[in-house]
């Protein structure tokens, strides 16, 4: 069972480049979700989706972008990299918004920008 | 608003001792989730238990046990007999209209 699967998993980048972290899940999701984790922080939301062609902002979205075009794939779009944004992305998916469904989260990617 | 407060920040015991996670919330809504999850040093997240609002009887499960008490907003948790493999940063989390998580608890098991 695949569940949530995101890359790549270990990434370097340079200030100011750009990249794409990808996230698919095969469970027939509708809403899809992208989190940060920061050394000894809780997840912090940057964006969600509700379903294809919807998404919306999250509590830290600035820096990000995503796209919903199938309810397989949540891509998160870096523009411009920071060393603000080095932290641990965590792509997720659930059946409803939140409440009560069990939210399914991928391996996690390793993001460090110098 | 709502906040997820997990006032432990690492624990730290031997092998076979009970360790237990506080978590105390705040939220406006009446109808509400409250999740454990367990990230071991791989990374990855773990679901380890769902409790709804509504929903106070405590639960065991296995060696793990959770206590909600709703008068408090506590949504305790306990690991019994610990193991090395028990070793991990829990992080208890909230769902209302957005799923909100506490900063962790970093948890060590020592043989």
């Known amino acids: 069972n695949a569940g949530v699967t995101q890359t790549p998993k270990f990434r370097i980048l340079k200030i100011g480049q750009s990249m794409t972290l990808q996230c698919t899940q095969d469970?027939?999701?509708?809403?899809m979700y992208w989190y940060r984790q920061d050394p000894g922080m809780g997840l912090k939301l940057i964006y969600y989706?509700?379903?294809?062609?919807?998404?919306d902002k999250g509590e830290v979205p600035n820096g990000y972008n995503v796209s919903r075009s199938t309810t397989e794939d949540f891509p998160l779009r870096l523009e411009l990299a920071a060393p603000s944004q080095t932290s641990v992305y965590f792509c997720?998916?659930?059946?409803?918004?939140?409440?009560?469904?069990?939210?399914?989260f991928g391996e996690g990617s390793w993001l460090t920008v110098v | 608003a709502q906040k997820v407060t997990q006032a432990q920040t690492e624990i730290s015991v031997v092998e076979k001792e009970d360790v237990t996670l506080d978590c105390v919330y705040e939220t406006r809504d009446t109808t509400y989730y409250l999740f454990w999850y367990k990230q071991p040093p791989s990374g990855e997240l773990v679901f380890l238990i769902r409790r709804n609002s509504f929903d106070e009887q405590n639960e065991i499960s296995g060696r793990y046990s959770w206590n909600f008490q709703k008068s408090t907003s506590s949504f305790n948790f306990t690991i019994t007999a610990s193991q090395v493999v028990d070793s991990a940063v829990y992080f208890c989390?909230?769902?209302?209209?957005?799923?909100?998580f506490g900063a962790g608890t970093t948890v060590t098991v020592r043989a």
């Open positions: 997720a998916s659930s059946y409803r918004l939140y409440s009560g469904n069990t939210i399914y």
């Open positions: 469970m027939n999701h509708n809403y």
């Open positions: 989390a909230l769902s209302s209209d957005k799923l909100s």
């Open positions: 989706s509700v379903g294809a062609g919807i998404t």
